[in-house]
């Protein structure tokens, strides 16, 4: 099956500054690559998603770029803030098969 | 809309106690599924179901059972728990295999 492997496992960074937590994934097939971001006691929520015919997608400060080839996905997080503080999740799913998680990053923004 | 929820919020069982979770979903969605969240491992698929009265086997379903009678409904099984099965469940739908999956708040377990 799927195994999708992430990192860093932590991640700390000054207010203002980017981000950028990368994650592969072992099945050439996988199509839809989802990231969702986790705030402390909250639910998984979804943040930006990119599919298999697509090398890049961005939504106002967030960006995912896709390198097929290579295998890995990363997401990308500018001028970032305090309330971007969370823990942040990759999946990858390939057809016929289930959605795989990352372990997930834990991203803390310094003011 | 609700979205999804779930019942309980919190349970404290004993070894070999016997318990259900409940999900429900008011979205109309066909895949539901759930998860469970242990400390640096993510997010671990225990079943999931295609549509009503389907359920299919995850990455980790060994001492879970799953039930689907109703298209809004999933529920999670502990037929006898064990301390190993401490720890924070979150079910989920989706319209597809491969769109959006809506999680529901959790339900942290803690088996003694």
């Known amino acids: 099956g799927e195994n999708v492997e992430q990192h860093p496992s932590t991640l700390s960074v000054q207010e203002g500054d980017s981000a950028v937590i990368k994650c592969t994934y072992s099945?050439?097939?996988?199509?839809?690559f989802p990231w969702y971001k986790q705030e402390l006691g909250k639910r998984p929520q979804l943040i930006i998603d990119?599919?298999?015919?697509?090398g890049e997608k961005k939504d106002q400060r967030i960006a995912v770029t896709l390198n097929k080839t290579a295998k890995h996905f990363s997401l990308h997080i500018t001028e970032t803030q305090p309330e971007d503080s969370a823990v942040y999740f990759c999946?990858?799913?390939?057809?016929?098969?289930?959605?795989?998680f990352g372990a997930g990053t834990r991203l803390t923004v310094k003011p | 809309n609700a979205g999804v929820t779930q019942t309980p919020k919190f349970r404290v069982l004993k070894t070999g106690q016997s318990m259900t979770l409940l999900c429900a979903q008011d979205?109309?969605?066909?895949?539901m599924y759930w998860y469970r969240q242990d400390p640096g491992m993510g997010l671990r698929l225990i079943h999931y179901?295609?549509?009503?009265?389907?359920?299919a086997k995850g990455e980790v379903p060994d001492g879970y059972n799953v039930s689907r009678l109703k298209k809004q409904n999933f529920l999670l099984g502990l037929e006898s728990a064990a301390p190993s099965q401490t720890s924070v469940y979150f079910c989920?739908?989706?319209?597809?295999?491969?769109?959006?999956?809506?999680f529901g708040p959790g339900t942290r377990l803690t088996v003694t």
């Open positions: 999946a990858a799913i390939p057809p016929g098969g289930d959605m795989r």
């Open positions: 099945d050439s097939a996988s199509n839809y």
């Open positions: 990119i599919r298999s015919n697509v």
């Open positions: 179901s295609v549509g009503e009265g389907t359920t």
């Open positions: 989920a739908s989706s319209y597809s295999k491969g769109s959006e999956q809506y």
């Open positions: 979205m109309n969605h066909e895949y």
